[in-house]
């Protein structure tokens, strides 16, 4: 079975600053998807960026970006100039890449923004 | 409809009391998701739906969750004799066949408490 972890229940960082959001997760399959979602208070999941495990380039989506390391099965996120915006719980999720695949999370990281 | 739409966002129900949850996906979606998640956790899988048949119920907990899905699109998760641990938000989330490369979109939630 997959399982992902996120050790860090809670981070924070002034805004402007970088901070980056672990992930770990185990699978021994080889075609599988990787995802950060945002879940703000409004309780809906917001993608913030997807690796494709056969990629060896790292996903960039403008202040975010990835460190995919596969051999070490680690995920994490980095997030660039913060906003206070990008407050949220921040989960990590593994996806098989076939057909109707549902998605494994992990427990969260809590992002506080400090002004 | 522009977005997953799910009815009611909040919902309280005494303990023993059945209770529907309705998922109302985006317009051609023929993958469906349900998931539940309780305070300070990930959401976990229950059920996914390809068109009218569940693919896979493996994460419904007990005989007390039931979901159907009809014609296709709108889905209702049904819980019977609720019991106080099923207080939880449940979400949906729908996407074309393969949520992993095309995308999941989710849904606000139903915030389920039972007393």
């Known amino acids: 079975a997959q399982t992902v972890t996120q050790s860090q229940p809670e981070m924070s960082v002034q805004e402007a600053e970088t901070v980056t959001l672990s992930c770990t997760y185990d699978?021994?399959?080889?075609?599988?998807?990787l995802f950060w979602y945002k879940q703000p208070p409004s309780r809906q999941m917001i993608l913030v960026i997807r690796?494709?495990?056969?990629?060896?380039q790292n996903a960039t989506e403008n202040r975010f970006s990835v460190n995919f390391q596969k051999a070490a099965k680690s995920f994490s996120l980095k997030i660039s100039d913060s906003q206070l915006g990008d407050a949220a719980m921040y989960f990590c999720?593994?996806?098989?890449?076939?057909?109707?695949?549902?998605?494994?999370f992990g427990e969260g990281t809590q992002l506080t923004v400090n002004p | 409809g522009a977005g997953v739409s799910q009815t009611p966002s909040n919902k309280v129900t005494e303990k023993g009391k059945y209770v529907e949850l309705r998922c109302d996906p985006i317009?051609?979606?023929?993958?469906l998701y349900w998931y539940r998640q309780s305070l300070g956790q990930g959401p976990e899988f229950l059920i996914y739906?390809?068109?009218?048949?569940?693919?896979?119920d493996s994460g419904l907990p007990n005989d007390r969750f039931f979901a159907v899905r009809p014609e296709g699109s709108v889905s209702t998760l049904k819980i019977q004799r609720t019991e106080r641990g099923d207080s939880a938000v449940y979400l949906c989330?729908?996407?074309?066949?393969?949520?992993?490369?095309?995308?999941?979109?989710f849904g606000s939630g139903t915030r389920l408490t039972v007393v």
């Open positions: 699978t021994s399959e080889s075609d599988y998807y």
């Open positions: 739906f390809q068109g009218t048949g569940a693919a896979d």
């Open positions: 317009s051609g979606h023929t993958a």
């Open positions: 999720a593994y996806a098989l890449g076939t057909s109707g695949s549902r998605l494994t």
């Open positions: 989330a729908s996407s074309l066949m393969q949520g992993s490369v095309h995308g999941y979109t």
């Open positions: 690796q494709e495990a056969y990629k060896q």
